[in-house]
């Protein structure tokens, strides 16, 4: 199920919501090879109605699958999005949809999770990248089908007449 809100539920005192948000629920399509989520989303939220608004205030915490962009290795991410404060609006352009008053919160949680999502993971900082042995190897290979990429593109372009 969705985070979801009551906004009746909300006019008398705030709210805390807590809980987990299954991969699917979250529909997150990182369209990156190095990042992947696998587990749920944990949150422990504090929701509260403003004049033209919802703000929530709390805890996100995910564990995501990454490969180190320098090594390959993979390794967990632990996502920590601690005391964080989220506006959800309910009028103007970018407006929460209200259905039988009640707001879908997932989206807006959803950006913030992305947008806490690491660029480039290393399992390590101090991470030296791939041995010396296996790099040249992938540099060869690499080399080796650019040139034969290469020259029969040219040997094509070769063959025209003008």
């Not at 929460?96 to 950006?111: G, H, K, Q, S, Y």
């Not at 390590?124 to 290979?141: I, M, N, Q, Y």
Request: hydrophobic share 40%.
């Amino acid at each position: 199920m969705a985070l979801m809100v009551n906004l009746r539920h909300l006019e008398a005192h705030s709210i805390r919501l807590e809980g987990e948000l299954s991969v699917a629920e979250l529909d997150i399509d990182t369209r990156d090879q190095v990042i992947q989520v696998t587990q749920p989303l944990q949150y422990n939220l504090e929701v509260q109605k403003l004049e033209e608004g919802l703000l929530l205030q709390g805890d996100l915490h995910m564990v995501l699958e990454c490969k180190c962009v320098r090594c390959l290795k993979p390794f967990k991410y632990r996502l920590d999005l601690e005391e964080g404060a989220y506006h959800v609006p309910l009028q103007g352009e970018d407006a929460a949809p209200v259905i039988n008053d009640c707001v879908d919160l997932t989206p807006f949680v959803r950006e913030d999770i992305l947008l806490a999502f690491p660029q480039h993971p290393l399992c390590d900082r101090e991470c030296r990248g791939l041995p010396k042995a296996a790099a040249a190897k992938a540099r060869k290979s690499r080399a080796a089908g650019q040139t034969e990429a290469s020259s029969s593109a040219w040997a094509e372009l070769n063959k025209l007449k003008f």
